[in-house]
């Protein structure tokens, strides 16, 4: 079968490692993939948003599988237009996508349903919505109501902070907000697969979202992983299924608008239970990371169960070995972030039995150079966090990234809780 992976990211090339590994795979094209795809996918210069070229490939190259990695074409309506060409595609219709695409319409979806979320309200006026922010105390969490990358969130412990962040999400023409009780838990990210109709679960993570070592700094889109997450217990994940997955499923279905793909669901587990965070319409980056180096067995035919509406066909068994990854970014990332550094050691990197998923990486001149903000996410496996942890950090320090840095004290929480530090 010939497969179409869209997207260039680490996420990607973790999704093309696995799926590559397939012997049902004949074909794997990465649209437009990166320099480390290309050891494994043949690499086609598509633009993940340009929704008819796409299309248009997948037809004239008699593609079987389309996966989706990133989440913009999805909320633009790439599925839509894949299945209305009759090519099978793993991700969801842009309607289905709105989980991602406007948390607005998630919360309300919760309110609806009963699931365990933060009370909230929606703004678009300004004046509106700093009149509401003493309702919910600090700190308080304010939300950009569209696609933000995984930062479109700020947690504001002063009046000031809050305002400063209405003031900036809503100063564009048409937008909204959400204003969010905040929730006292541990985070944790939750991954399960649906075809429209069931969901299974699919794994779990815990990632750090602060730039700076002790969680400090501003949001990024994930400086590291590991996985599984212990705090999410059997039980708790049978309550995540019962009380927040398949109700969103349910929901959906009963629109018309089904949902088919992987959802991930971040959750805040309060001493009253799990409750949603957000919802993501594809893999974490870089939970994805994590959760393809843990997964035992071929990708390919559960993603094809999934989206040929067929899951209760799937099977999905992750290997009781621990997974952790470090992401290396560029300096200046999350701000301004440094391109052309070169990097040298992936093969050195690779020999410690860690392996090395590229994510804004380019070749100039035959030599691979930072070409974006999270560039490298440096991932191995152990019998415990601890030990994933340290294969991860002897993988990153053969690298030689001299414009690069990293967080490291990635997984710390589980370390300390294995008895470590």
């Given at each position: 079968?010939k ?28 649209a ?24 248009a ?11 989706v ?8 309506g ?29 919360k ?15 703004f ?14 600090l ?99 049978e ?12 929901a ?31 893999f ?23 989206a ?7 099977a ?28 040298d ?72 809780r294995?008895?470590?530090?």
């Amino acid at each position: 079968m010939k497969v179409l992976l869209i997207g260039s990211g680490g996420r990607e090339h973790a999704l093309a490692w696995k799926l590559a590994q397939s012997p049902r795979l004949t074909q794997l094209y990465a649209a437009p993939g990166n320099p480390g795809m290309a050891a494994v996918a043949e690499c086609v210069d598509l633009d993940p948003n340009h929704v008819e070229a796409i299309v248009a490939f997948a037809r004239d190259e008699n593609v079987g599988l389309v996966v989706v990695g990133p989440e913009a074409p999805l909320v633009a309506g790439l599925a839509d237009q894949l299945i209305a060409d009759g090519v099978l595609v793993f991700g969801p219709t842009a309607a289905a996508a709105r989980l991602e695409g406007s948390k607005g319409f998630t919360k309300d979806l919760c309110a609806r349903t009963g699931i365990p979320t933060a009370a909230y309200q929606r703004f678009t006026d300004l004046a509106a919505a700093r009149a509401a922010l003493p309702r919910y105390g600090l700190p308080v969490v304010v939300k950009a109501d569209g696609l933000a990358a995984g930062k479109g969130v700020v947690v504001a412990e002063t009046t000031d902070q809050a305002e400063a962040a209405l003031t900036d999400m809503l100063a564009q023409p048409g937008a909204e907000v959400v204003i969010e009780q905040f929730l006292v838990g541990e985070e944790a990210s939750f991954f399960a697969l649906a075809d429209g109709r069931s969901a299974i679960a699919f794994g779990t993570a815990q990632d750090h979202k602060r730039v700076g070592d002790g969680d400090v700094g501003p949001n990024t889109g994930g400086m590291g992983a590991y996985s599984p997450a212990s705090i999410v217990t059997p039980a708790i994940a049978e309550r995540v299924m019962a009380e927040i997955i398949r109700p969103t499923v349910d929901a959906l279905a009963a629109d018309g608008t089904p949902y088919s793909g992987v959802l991930f669901a971040g959750l805040m587990l309060t001493a009253e239970g799990p409750q949603l965070i957000e919802y993501n319409c594809r893999f974490g980056d870089p939970e994805a990371q994590v959760l393809m180096m843990r997964l035992d067995g071929d990708l390919l035919p559960v993603l094809l169960a999934v989206a040929e509406g067929r899951l209760g066909d799937a099977a999905a068994r992750f290997d009781d070995k621990a997974a952790l990854t470090v992401v290396m970014a560029a300096d200046g990332y999350p701000g301004t972030p440094a391109k052309g550094g070169a990097i040298d050691g992936i093969a050195a990197a690779e020999a410690t039995g860690a392996r090395v998923f590229q994510a804004g990486t380019a070749l100039a001149d035959g030599r691979l150079v930072a070409n974006g903000g999270r560039v490298l996410a440096v991932t191995a496996t152990g019998d415990s966090v601890t030990a994933a942890r340290e294969a991860a950090y002897r993988g990153v320090d053969a690298i030689d990234f001299p414009t690069g840095f990293c967080r490291r004290d990635i997984g710390w929480r589980e370390v300390e809780r294995e008895g470590g530090r």
